[in-house]
């Protein structure tokens, strides 16, 4: 049974004490990385059809569900000499549903010494010999692993977002800044950065298309996503990883483990994070977890822009998922197409053509095997790439978001940069989970008048 509680804003954002990782690499170095001088050089990926040969890489999956096998496909079509040789999981079913998918379909034989399951797979499948790690697991996972991997010196492939609560972000900024000390290559599963109608448009952007940026909208309204019901003899762990994507601890809630990708986006057009978030949600239809359903978010900048933030998972309603921005000259949907201040298209990305001349509507690579071939291509040309920063501000900002709406409060990115709010059990096992479904409800009950 869903339970109902009025939470109040200490509770999810944690005292204001500046501490772990932000201590180690201060406040004021990741602020001061934050924002883009105008001088600044745009820092694009190498848009390459195919990662150059060089020695043969070695990468190995952390996290063998839709998204990590599919992630292993993608390295393995970014180029030649590329090699999956290890797999990692909690689950041996999971494990062995992506073994037989890289047989079947990428003749990759992984053999059964490199198979690892539980939950110290991941630091057996980084003592197995290889180069690049790739983690998807669930997102709660991502800053412990992530630090693993950098300790051992590999190279990382990572998905968004890459934490679920401002410990777990702030901790991805200080092994970003260390994993780009001794010059590991890091990418992140925020593909349109790596999409090449986006990057053209981006060009365009930064050489002034549309003036100075004054205002920003963000979407991504869908249908509800998958769930799973609870099977006999799965215990409140299994359970809870099984059906990750609907609890807050898991995933961040879908504002954090989807909605990402366009707060990201705007982050990137812009360069700026935003100083505070007021937002609002609401759960209506979820079956599973402790989720919300929708989120509304007013984040602000320190030059007075807004962003307006929107997503929603539910069955039947208005779908939308994109970006605009809104200069002092024109505006664009950040994708393929700069608008005039009438309205008018001022330019639009020119996709290929098909056989019959026909424009195909889509980019040459796929983006998902583009951030792959940029991958590569940093560690085969020694020319070190690192986004975790960048995706842990974009995932932070996401995160304040989520707060303020559970709560019904203003959240600042200086409350943030300072909380110890940390979600999830303390200890890993499969077994009892001393988290209850409880639903976050903002603000104050009102009660009723006494009777005179």
């Known amino acids: 049974m869903e339970e109902k509680k009025s939470l109040n804003r200490r509770e999810f954002i944690g005292k204001a004490a500046a501490i772990g990782t932000l201590g180690a690499i201060g406040l004021g170095t990741l602020v001061s990385s934050c924002g883009r001088k105008k001088s600044a050089k745009l820092?694009?990926?190498p848009l390459l059809d195919r990662a150059p040969e060089g020695k043969v890489l070695k990468a190995g999956l952390v996290g063998c569900g839709g998204r990590g096998t599919g992630a292993a496909?993608?390295?393995?079509?970014?180029?030649?000499?590329?090699k999956i040789t290890a797999l990692a999981d909690v689950f041996k079913d999971r494990l062995e549903s992506c073994r037989e998918k890289l047989k079947e379909k990428k003749n990759v034989e992984i053999p059964d010494e490199n198979c690892f399951i539980g939950f110290d797979a991941y630091q057996k499948l980084i003592d197995s010999g290889v180069d690049i790690v790739m983690l998807a697991t669930?997102?709660?996972?991502?800053?412990?692993?992530?630090?693993?991997c950098v300790n051992a010196k590999k190279h990382v492939f990572m998905e968004k977002p890459v934490a679920v609560d401002p410990v777990g972000a702030r901790s991805i900024m200080s092994t970003a800044k260390k994993a780009e000390s001794i010059g590991l290559c890091v990418i992140t599963g925020t593909q349109r950065r790596h999409q090449r109608d986006y990057v053209e448009t981006y060009k365009h952007i930064m050489d002034g298309a549309i003036?100075?940026?004054?205002?920003?909208?963000?979407?991504w309204n869908q249908g509800q996503l998958w769930y799973r019901t609870r099977k006999k003899g799965w215990s409140d762990m299994e359970y809870m990883i099984r059906d990750w994507v609907n609890w807050c601890w898991l995933s961040?809630?879908?504002?954090?483990?989807q909605h990402v990708h366009n707060i990201d986006v705007i982050y990137w057009f812009t360069g700026m994070h935003p100083v505070s978030a007021v937002g609002f949600g609401a759960r209506h239809r979820r079956v599973t977890g402790d989720q919300y359903d929708f989120f509304?978010?007013?984040?602000?900048?320190e030059n007075g822009m807004h962003l307006h933030s929107m997503c929603r998972q539910i069955n039947g309603c208005a779908n939308n998922v994109s970006e605009f921005i809104v200069g002092t000259k024109g505006s664009s949907n950040c994708k393929n197409k700069i608008l005039k201040p009438d309205g008018s298209v001022a330019w639009k990305y020119s996709y290929p053509v098909d056989e019959s001349g026909k424009s195909t509507g889509k980019v040459k690579i796929s983006p998902y095997v583009q951030e792959h071939i940029h991958l590569v291509?940093?560690?085969?040309t020694n020319k070190p790439v690192n986004q975790a920063e960048n995706t842990a501000i974009s995932t932070l900002t996401a995160i304040m978001g989520r707060i303020s709406a559970y709560t019904g409060k203003k959240v600042t990115w200086e409350e943030m940069m300072n909380s110890n709010l940390r979600l999830g059990p303390k200890e890993y096992r499969m077994g009892k989970v001393n988290i209850k479904p409880i639903i976050p409800v903002p603000g104050v009950e009102k009660k009723p008048a006494k009777r005179a």
């Open 377 to 380: 291509t940093a560690i085969r």
């Open 252 to 257: 961040g809630d879908h504002i954090v483990e």
């Open 73 to 82: 496909f993608n390295f393995l079509e970014a180029g030649p000499d590329l």
């Open 43 to 45: 820092n694009l990926p």
């Open 296 to 301: 509304s978010v007013d984040f602000v900048y």
């Open 211 to 219: 003036g100075e940026i004054v205002a920003a909208y963000c979407y």
């Open 138 to 148: 669930p997102p709660h996972f991502r800053p412990e692993h992530f630090a693993a």
